[in-house]
């Protein structure tokens, strides 16, 4: 069975540029995830999807990063423009429809604004 | 105050050392306590997960919960150097709520 996917896995762009992360679940997951973790910190929860639903957003943080899962299968992040604290990793995650105790994340897409 | 506080170490062991890590919490709505193995540049594997207080065994790790004390703790019994990695604790209040909230990771050295 296929894990979580990501892509890109690393992308370098400039300050005001556009950039769009794509994540693929788990098949049969409903539920997705985007966490991010910049430099220094821990891993923080962005939001959370049931199918195509979002069920929770609140650690988006600002109109600048907006999410999308047309149909409950794949997921993009769109950040736009990108500033320079927007760097670091973003993780998806997945889970089935009934457990949020055992989510398993992707390899992540990190992201350097410069 | 950090919803959730782990010494970052970093921990070095030698190998066949028992390994004790933990974590601190503050929001007694966590019922589910989850720790992830993360590898340099990959991303977090789930290892285990408890619910509410107790332990729970898979091979050579042991998770224990206390929710009295508000404390987690993950053992490594007979470390090997490829359980060299970032560990991370994770925890949500469960029902619909499955956000995770994750301490910052102690990353462990096994040293052959």
């Known amino acids: 069975e296929a894990g979580v996917t990501q892509f890109p896995s690393h992308s370098v762009i400039e300050k005001g540029q556009t950039v769009t992360l794509r994540c693929d679940p788990i098949?049969?997951?409903?539920?997705l995830y985007w966490y991010r973790r910049v430099m220094g910190k821990e891993i923080k929860f962005l939001l959370h999807?049931?199918?195509?639903?979002?069920?929770?957003e609140s650690g988006m943080p600002n109109n600048r990063f907006l999410a999308e899962r047309t149909g409950g299968t794949y997921s993009t992040l769109k950040v736009q423009p990108a500033e320079l604290e927007d760097s670091g990793v973003y993780f998806c995650?997945?889970?089935?429809?009934?457990?949020?105790?055992?989510?398993?994340f992707g390899e992540g897409s990190w992201l350097t604004v410069v | 105050q950090k919803e959730v506080e782990q010494d970052p170490g970093p921990l070095s062991v030698p190998e066949g050392a028992i390994v004790s890590l933990n974590c601190t919490y503050s929001?007694?709505?966590?019922?589910?306590f989850m720790w992830y193995r993360q590898y340099s540049r990959k991303g977090p594997e789930l290892l285990m997960y408890?619910?509410?207080?107790g332990n729970k065994e898979d091979g050579r790790f042991t998770a224990q919960v206390d929710k009295s004390s508000k404390y987690i703790s993950l053992f490594i019994r007979d470390s090997q150097p490829s359980d060299s990695a970032t560990y991370l604790c994770?925890?949500?209040?469960?029902?619909?709520?499955?956000?995770?909230?994750f301490g910052k990771g102690t990353l462990l050295t096994v040293n052959p």
């Open positions: 098949s049969g997951h409903d539920n």
């Open positions: 929001n007694s709505a966590f019922q589910y």
């Open positions: 408890t619910y509410s207080s």
């Open positions: 994770a925890m949500n209040s469960g029902g619909s709520n499955y956000k995770l909230t």
């Open positions: 999807f049931v199918k195509e639903s979002k069920q929770d």
């Open positions: 995650a997945s889970s089935r429809g009934d457990s949020g105790n055992t989510i398993y």
